[in-house]
C-alpha cells in the first residue's frame, strides 16, 4: 500500500514538472517574437521607414541665407544613423565635399562638424562667395541613396543714401541724410559717418550732430546736422560695417537758391533727351520749310525787279521822242530810232539777266552786276 502512493506522488511530480518546462519554453518563444517596449511610436520614422533604418529629421530648414565673405552652415539631423555614413554633396556638379567630418574636397573651406547630442551634420563654408549659392545635399550611404536638400543664397549687403548723388540745402537749414542698409542678414554691427576724410561725432560736433539708427528688415542710419554753414558742405559718406560705402555731395547754399539747382538733374536730363528726340525728328521738315520759304521771297524779289525794268523801255522811248520834237523831223526820226536802239539793248540784257536767274535756281538770285542800267 505505501508502495503504491509512493509511485502515485512520483507521476505527479513529474507531470507538473513538465508542465512548468512547456510554460517556460513557449514564454520565451513569445519574448523572440516581441518588440523591445522601449521603442518610440512608428509615427516618429517618416515615409514608412523601418525602426531600425536611419531617417531624417524634416523639421530642418531647407533654405538658408549667408552674409558674402562670413561663413554659411548648413544643418542635416540624421536618426538611427548606426554603420551608415553622411556625406554633403554640392548638387551643381555633383562633387563629394564631406563624407563623415573628413572633407573629401581639396577646397578646404568645406567643413563637416558632427554635434552627437542632437545627431546633426553641420556644413560649413567659410568666407563664403557668390559663386557658393546653390543646392547641396545630405545623403545617407543606404541603398537606395537617401538625400536632403538645403538651399543656399549668398547675398550681398548695399547701402544707399536717399537723395544722391547731390543735395541742395540753404544756410540755415538742417541737412537730413538718410543712409539705408539692404540685403542683410544681420543688422551692421556699427556704422560710420565722414565728412570729406573725417570721422563725425556727436561728442565734437558742439550739439549740431545728431545720429540715429532704426533696426529693422531694413537699417536705417539717419544723420542730422542743424543750423547748415558754407562750412558743411561737401562729400559726405555713410560706412556700415558689412556693406561698401555709399557716398552723396551736400551743396549749402546762401539766399536764394538757383532756379536751376532746384531740378532734379534726373528729370531735367529725361527732359533734354526727350527734347532733343522730337528735334531730331523736326529737323528735316524745318529744313524742308525753310528751303520753300527762301525761294518764295526771293522768287517774289525776282519778279518786282522785272517789272520795274519792263517799265524803263517806255519811259526811254518817251524821252527819244520828246528830243526829236526839239530837233524838227530828223530829230524825231533819231529819237525813234534810239528808242529803238535802246528797247532792243534792254531786252537783250533782261534775257541775259533772266537766263542767269534761271541758271543759279532753285534759289533766285538777284543780278547785283549793273549790267542793266538806265
Excluded at 556625406?87 to 563629394?96: G, P, S, V
Excluded at 568645406?110 to 560649413?124: N, P, V
Excluded at 544723420?223 to 552723396?248: F, Q, R, V
Aim: aromatic share 8%; proline share 5%.
Amino acid at each position: 500500500m505505501l508502495t503504491l502512493w509512493t509511485a502515485l506522488l512520483c507521476c505527479m511530480t513529474g507531470l507538473t514538472l513538465c508542465y512548468q518546462r512547456q510554460s517556460v519554453n513557449n514564454n520565451n518563444h513569445n519574448n523572440a517574437e516581441a518588440k523591445p517596449t522601449h521603442l518610440p511610436p512608428s509615427s516618429h520614422y517618416p515615409h514608412g521607414h523601418k525602426w531600425n533604418e536611419p531617417y531624417f529629421d524634416l523639421t530642418m530648414p531647407r533654405n538658408i541665407t549667408s552674409l558674402v565673405g562670413k561663413s554659411a552652415y548648413l544643418g542635416c539631423r540624421v536618426k538611427h544613423l548606426g554603420n551608415k555614413t553622411v556625406a554633403w554633396i554640392r548638387h551643381r556638379d555633383l562633387h563629394i565635399l564631406t563624407v563623415g567630418t573628413y572633407t573629401y574636397t581639396t577646397d578646404q573651406r568645406f567643413q563637416t562638424s558632427y554635434h552627437r547630442d542632437i545627431d546633426e551634420w553641420t556644413l560649413q563654408i567659410k568666407w563664403a562667395q557668390q559663386r557658393d549659392a546653390g543646392v547641396y545635399e545630405c545623403q545617407i550611404s543606404t541603398q537606395p541613396v537617401r538625400s536632403y536638400s538645403v538651399n543656399l543664397n549668398i547675398v550681398v549687403p548695399t547701402a544707399t543714401i536717399l537723395g544722391g548723388p547731390d543735395l541742395y540745402v540753404d544756410k540755415g537749414s538742417t541737412i537730413n541724410l538718410t543712409c539705408i542698409i539692404k540685403f542683410s542678414p544681420e543688422p551692421p554691427t556699427h556704422i560710420f559717418w565722414y565728412h570729406q576724410d573725417k570721422v563725425l561725432s556727436e561728442e565734437t560736433s558742439g550739439g549740431r550732430l545728431k545720429f540715429k539708427t532704426i533696426k529693422s528688415e531694413e537699417t536705417k542710419s539717419i544723420l542730422l546736422i542743424y543750423d547748415a554753414d558754407l562750412l558743411h558742405s561737401g562729400k559726405y559718406s555713410c560706412y556700415p560695417s558689412n556693406t561698401e560705402i555709399a557716398s552723396i555731395r551736400v551743396h549749402v547754399l546762401q539766399g536764394e537758391r538757383p532756379e536751376a539747382m532746384q531740378t532734379n538733374a534726373a528729370p531735367a536730363a529725361v527732359a533734354l533727351a526727350c527734347w532733343s528726340c522730337h528735334m531730331g525728328q523736326a529737323t528735316q521738315a524745318v529744313k524742308v520749310i525753310s528751303t520753300m520759304v527762301a525761294a518764295f521771297v526771293l522768287l517774289e524779289a525776282c519778279s518786282t525787279l522785272l517789272l520795274q525794268g519792263g517799265q524803263t523801255g517806255p519811259e526811254t522811248a518817251r524821252g527819244g521822242g520828246d528830243g526829236g520834237g526839239r530837233d524838227g523831223g530828223g530829230g524825231q526820226i533819231t529819237g525813234h530810232s534810239r528808242s529803238q536802239t535802246t528797247k532792243g539793248a534792254f531786252t537783250a540784257d533782261q534775257d541775259e539777266q533772266a537766263q542767269e536767274e534761271i541758271t543759279l535756281l532753285p534759289g533766285c538770285h538777284v543780278n547785283t552786276s549793273g549790267k542793266n542800267t538806265r
